[in-house]
């Protein structure tokens, strides 16, 4: 079946540094994927997304490439700052498998600390 | 601001005492969903209706129903809730048939304390 596995957290980091946060799946059909964003207390936010192979999707500093022959989405930042610190959520929707209703399926979440 | 909005933010019951929550959009999506979301984990669909045809997940307790009188708004009603149904409900919405991409838009949770 389909699934999302992403690098367990938490990761801590200081002002500035080098974000990876790894994202592999597995899917039957060609999903589209996604990175979700959680602060504290809050609901989701759509952060970015790709919908083919080789898309590059980005936001507000972020990226992620959708890489079908290693099945990745990698999300990476360049600089991160304090305001970053959240709950950050790869996810996929395959519409070949019950996402022709949009299900998305998840990984289990990265919590990201910044410090400053 | 076209957007999903969740009422209550906060909500305390009594254990076993039913309890509502409400979830509308101003996005004209087709698709609605709920989630249960507890600490630490990801979100954990409970069902979802796709225009007004209900979908249940397999695993997802009796105790939970869903309504959705109209496009804009769906309840998810507990009705005899138990200590472990503590929890963040995360509503969400999507437009499904005419997008690849399906991507969901959530509101900002109601947050549910079971006493």
């Known amino acids: ?6 690098m367990e957290g938490p990761v801590t980091l200081s002002e500035e540094a080098f974000l990876t946060i790894n994202c592999t799946y597995t899917a039957t059909g060609y999903p589209s994927l996604f990175w979700y964003v959680q602060y504290p207390g809050e ?3 759509l952060l970015l997304k790709a919908t083919k192979a080789d ?4 936001n507000k500093g972020f ?3 959708y890489r079908k022959e290693t099945t990745s989405f990698h999300l990476e930042k360049g600089s991160v700052q304090v305001s970053d610190s959240a709950v950050y959520f790869c996810a996929l929707s395959d519409p070949y498998y019950g996402g022709s209703q949009g299900n998305l399926i998840f990984g289990k979440g990265t919590k990201l600390s910044v410090k400053p | 601001d076209a957007m999903v909005i969740q009422n209550p933010r906060y909500q305390v019951t009594q254990f ?3 309890v509502t929550l409400s979830c509308s959009q101003t996005l004209n999506h087709n698709v609605m969903y709920w989630y ?19 979908n249940n997940e397999a695993d997802t307790p009796d105790n939970f129903q869903s309504r959705r009188p109209n496009t804009s708004f769906c309840f998810l009603d507990i009705r005899s809730p138990g200590l472990g149904d503590a929890a963040m409900y995360l509503c969400a919405t999507s437009r499904v048939g005419d997008t690849a991409s399906h991507e969901q838009y959530f509101g900002p949770g109601t947050r549910l304390t079971v006493t």
């Open chain 1, 1 to 6: 079946g389909n699934s999302v596995t992403q």
């Open chain 1, 43 to 45: 609901g989701l936010q």
């Open chain 1, 55 to 58: 898309d590059k999707g980005s």
């Open chain 1, 63 to 65: 990226e992620a490439t």
């Open chain 2, 16 to 18: 076993g005492k039913p």
């Open chain 2, 36 to 54: 249960q979301q507890k600490s630490s984990q990801a979100p954990k669909l409970l069902f979802h209706y796709y225009d007004k045809d209900f």
